[in-house]
């Protein structure tokens, strides 16, 4: 996070305003980003115009129903090795920690949002259950689920129909906080 936080200084120092200022990341990186944002918030300083998260991994306490429910559909991520690999990531914090656990903070004062999840991963609800505190704290989101989808599905690119779609609303979204 302190990475992401130097680079989002730079800029700001580099004269870019936040107003013209888009953040992104998926799974790990989409969590990231949020515990940037967050970390921005409760220093006071400005946030930037918005965030783009796909499947962000929100809860590193692995809790939500999703981690069950869907377990035999995703084919690429299981509870046990997201609990592993949260626990390294934490170390001797509290993995509930809402600055590594975004799903936990207070999210008010945050900036717009798009979120995309894939219908058919066990962190559906680290995306679901983020998007709905979110605009419950006052935050515009825009969430979308894609049926049948995996974790970052977005990555297949041109070779999956629901990738391009995904994708294509990703760029409709920065264009439209930018009207001409």
Do not use: C
């Amino acid at each position: 996070m302190k990475d992401a936080l130097l680079v989002y200084q730079w800029l700001i120092n580099q004269g870019f305003g936040q107003d013209r200022i888009v953040v992104g990341g998926d799974s790990a990186g989409g969590g990231l980003v949020l515990s940037m944002l967050l970390a921005l918030k409760a220093a006071g300083a400005p946030q930037p115009h918005a965030a783009v998260l796909l499947a962000p991994w929100t809860d590193l306490t692995v809790s939500s129903p999703s981690y069950e429910t869907l377990r035999d559909h995703d084919p690429i991520i299981t509870r046990e090795n997201l609990r592993e690999a949260g626990l390294m990531y934490a170390g001797r914090r509290d993995p509930a920690d809402p600055l590594l656990s975004p799903l936990f903070a207070e999210l008010g004062g945050l900036p717009q949002m798009l979120i995309h999840a894939g219908g058919d991963e066990v962190m559906l609800d680290d995306s679901r259950l983020f998007a709905e505190r979110a605009e419950s704290a006052g935050v515009p989101v825009a969430f979308k689920v894609f049926e049948g989808m995996w974790h970052v599905f977005h990555s297949s690119g041109v070779h999956i129909p629901e990738s391009r779609q995904a994708i294509s609303e990703i760029g409709d979204f920065v264009r439209g906080l930018y009207p001409a």
